[in-house]
């Protein structure tokens, strides 16, 4: 008993120490949400399942629109393109035809349609470039998915973007050599020489997706893309040249090409036009040109932009000290701007390839071309009002034709300073001193 009481009256005197007792708490792992996967739809998020679900029913009002075949958009497949499918079937490209513009690679586009004998060949093309459109928007979902750095956006762009072009689309060849360009420029910062090959393969198509690879960080990287996009496109150009004559005949018809009533040299012709100007607008190479005085003059103005624009982006290669993941994008989408504005001809469907590389870039959320990709949207829908709504009134020269143009082209031009700003502020503007070392971020 007394070591008891003993023991209690050292404990009494002992300081008591109130202070919160911290508990160890078992930390919960939480689990990361499940990316989804392109071919388990059950792993589809709501917003993909959006988007799909967007995508099959604009898709099928622009097949309605098609079919319905006001204005008979769809001629140029049904007539052009098979006849020079059939003639590319017996070995030989459409040797003196003013109106082949296009390089040997877009051969193997008119012949594919064959390849679905069960089929027209109006009713194979349509196909194959819905599968085109289902290939790139497949893809941009996969980019739009890699992680936090990435955002869905471009995917909706795409699925958004291509209807303004209605039916126009389905019946013309650019889907298809979009998606080619969409594809490789998306592989580039992972599989550069699986990317420049692609590229490569898109540029012998169509000149302009060679233009994609100009933004790729310096190194082994730009080495191995630029490397395989000359190594595919001169494989094929080979190949090409051997089965089939004449596949390199584009080159003097594209040289005599003049000023097309919808490119910027045409707005300023049309504008001298219903000012007292003596030219008129006549179809020749394929579209519909003006000749007369000072066409030639204009012409030479072009191609001398369209110099300086490439000087511009080797400067601004030069110059340039940032790489981060979108550069890459965000220099594709510029460089092909800069060309497609100071090109002698800006068809409608140029800007499905806008459409495409705007696409490209919102899949990154630290692009800077995000306001250049809604001044695209805004010219897209301006240009399907110019065709097929208004083309008339801009062929014939009226001041109504003339407001539509200017003011897509005004769109046009806004877009391509902006996208040049913003892209040489991100990447070639001085830094400060303590960043003043050259970075490159890989992209997610």
Request: hydrophobic letters at 55%; a positive charge; glycine letters at 8%.
């Amino acid at each position: 008993m007394a070591l008891l009481w003993k023991a209690e009256a050292t404990v009494a005197k002992a300081p008591v120490d109130i202070r919160p007792i911290r508990t160890r708490t078992a930390s919960v792992a939480v689990a990361p949400k499940a990316r989804p996967v392109l071919l388990r739809p059950r792993t589809w998020t709501e917003q993909w399942l959006g988007l799909v679900a967007y995508w099959v029913s604009s898709r099928v009002v622009m097949l309605a629109l098609l079919r319905k075949g006001r204005g008979d958009i769809a001629r140029e497949v049904h007539s052009l393109y098979r006849h020079w499918g059939h003639l590319l079937a017996h070995g030989s490209y459409p040797v003196g035809d003013v109106t082949w513009q296009y390089p040997p690679g877009a051969g193997l586009v008119m012949v594919a349609p064959k390849l679905l004998p069960f089929l027209s060949y109006l009713q194979a093309f349509v196909v194959l470039v819905l599968i085109a459109d289902a290939l790139t928007t497949a893809a941009l979902l996969r980019a739009g998915s890699g992680g936090p750095a990435r955002s869905l956006a471009g995917a909706w762009f795409w699925v958004l973007g291509l209807p303004l072009m209605m039916q126009l689309a389905y019946a013309r060849f650019d889907v298809l050599v979009t998606a080619v360009a969409v594809l490789g420029l998306l592989a580039l910062p992972r599989h550069p020489r699986v990317g420049g090959a692609l590229v490569g393969l898109a540029a012998i198509i169509k000149v302009w997706p060679v233009l994609t690879v100009l933004g790729t960080p310096r190194g082994r990287t730009s080495r191995e893309a630029w490397l395989a996009v000359l190594a595919s496109a001169a494989a094929l150009s080979l190949l090409l040249a051997t089965v089939f004559r004449g596949a390199f005949g584009f080159l003097s018809e594209q040289s005599r090409r003049g000023i097309e009533v919808e490119s910027f040299g045409g707005t300023a012709l049309q504008l001298a036009k219903l000012l007292g100007w003596s030219g008129h607008a006549t179809t020749r190479y394929g579209s519909v040109e003006y000749v007369g005085p000072y066409v030639g003059t204009v012409s030479a103005l072009a191609v001398l932009l369209t110099a300086l624009s490439f000087a511009w982006l080797l400067l601004w290669r030069l110059k340039a000290r940032r790489w981060t993941g979108a550069t890459p994008y965000d220099a594709a989408l510029t460089a092909v701007l800069l060309f497609t504005v100071t090109s002698r001809v800006i068809s409608p469907q140029y800007m499905i390839w806008l459409i495409g590389l705007s696409a490209v870039c919102l899949t990154v959320r630290g692009t800077t071309q995000r306001p250049v990709a809604g001044l695209l949207l805004l010219a897209t829908g301006v240009t399907t009002v110019d065709y097929p709504v208004f083309f008339s009134s801009v062929t014939h020269s009226t001041w109504h034709g003339f407001a539509v143009m200017a003011l897509r082209n005004g769109l046009l031009l806004a877009a391509a300073l902006l996208s040049c700003v913003r892209l040489w502020r991100a990447s070639a503007v001085a830094l400060r001193a303590a960043d003043s070392t050259p970075v490159v971020e890989r992209a997610a």
